[in-house]
């Protein structure tokens, strides 16, 4: 079972003096604080910026803005820790299939370190690198960032170019090795991917156009992936994620609509028993009339914690503790 212990927002919109927010990314830090980042102004627009905010004892700090690389838009930031640095991935670009992935990094120890914003690959056009949710760490130490490309004629019938693949990183960031893109049926179109691993392997869950998310296996580290299946979990076409409890289960935050550019109300999590084989309903986070969206999720030492888009107007937070069935 799950129990919610806390759910706040992460700042107040006259506070943060932000116009317009959305896709947030959330990370636990080693003493127990948290970081969420999320693009802040009007979706699309050159006035866009990255910016992160710190949860800690005292609750949260205002929001900071740590990455504006110029008049272009700002999206879909990715926060992820290894070792004694925080990394920072997000998109720069007029549109989903000119943008270029940038990151930056700090200390975890330096709450205002953060490094100048680069270029992840040289010459990238389409996005490398996670596209909005976090890499997963191999026992090797090598990342495997879920991502995926947006091309022109998304908005058309038939094949349209959307495709998820994996980029693998084995020296932190500095080089990496894309892989192939997953196989889908034709017109269907597939695009940020949550990753996850079992003894089995490594795999993924992707948001569609189809009604439902798709699930694609990798039994050799992520370097090849079988063809994208559909599952029984609805999906509205709008972004998911998912990280283990510490049972072991599953928990995946996602929209029960399954109608492609459906509504994006209500909000759920649903619990896997069974390494991502089955998830069962468990938790409504939010029911009401409005935007509640694209969930980031984190492992805590009691369950996990979530942040997501709440009515463009803020980022809303939770804590939800894994507690024994009465």
């Not at 866009?48 to 700002?74: K, M, N, Y």
């Not at 120890?109 to 596209?131: C, F, K, N, Y």
């Not at 089955?278 to 999720?297: C, H, I, K, Q």
């Amino acid at each position: 079972m799950l129990e919610a212990t806390c759910y706040e927002p992460v700042f107040s919109p006259r506070r943060g003096g932000i116009l317009g927010c959305h896709a947030p990314t959330l990370t636990a830090l080693p003493d127990g604080s948290f970081l969420c980042a999320w693009f802040g102004g009007p979706e699309g627009s050159a006035r866009s910026a990255i910016f992160v905010a710190r949860r800690g004892p005292e609750g949260w700090a205002p929001p900071e803005r740590v990455a504006d690389v110029g008049p272009a838009p700002h999206w879909n930031p990715v926060l992820f820790v290894d070792g004694d640095t925080v990394y920072l991935f997000f998109k720069v670009g007029a549109e989903p299939w000119c943008w270029e992935t940038y990151w930056t990094s700090r200390p975890v120890a330096d709450p205002h370190g953060w490094r100048e914003a680069t270029p992840l690959v040289p010459g990238d056009v389409g996005g490398r690198g996670p596209v909005k949710n976090k890499p997963l760490r191999l026992d090797d130490g090598s990342w495997l960032a879920p991502a995926s490309v947006e091309g022109q004629d998304i908005e058309e019938e038939g094949d349209g170019p959307w495709d998820c693949f994996v980029d693998r990183s084995g020296d932190r960031g500095a080089s990496w090795d894309r892989a192939d893109f997953v196989a889908r049926p034709p017109g269907v179109r597939i695009i940020q991917p949550s990753l996850w691993h079992t003894p089995s392997g490594i795999h993924m869950l992707a948001r569609s156009n189809a009604g439902c998310l798709f699930r694609s296996d990798s039994v050799d580290g992520g370097r090849t992936w079988s063809a994208a299946a559909p599952t029984e979990i609805p999906n509205n076409n709008s972004g998911i994620d998912l990280a283990p409890l510490p049972s072991g289960a599953l928990a995946l935050v996602y929209n029960p609509i399954a109608v492609s550019f459906g509504r994006r109300t209500p909000l759920d999590v649903a619990l896997s028993p069974d390494g991502g084989d089955t998830f069962v309903p468990t938790l409504r986070l939010e029911d009401e009339p409005g935007e509640y969206s694209y969930p980031a999720v984190v492992s805590t030492p009691d369950g996990i914690a979530i942040a997501y888009t709440w009515r463009r107007r803020t980022i809303a937070f939770c804590l939800l503790a894994e507690v024994a069935a009465e």
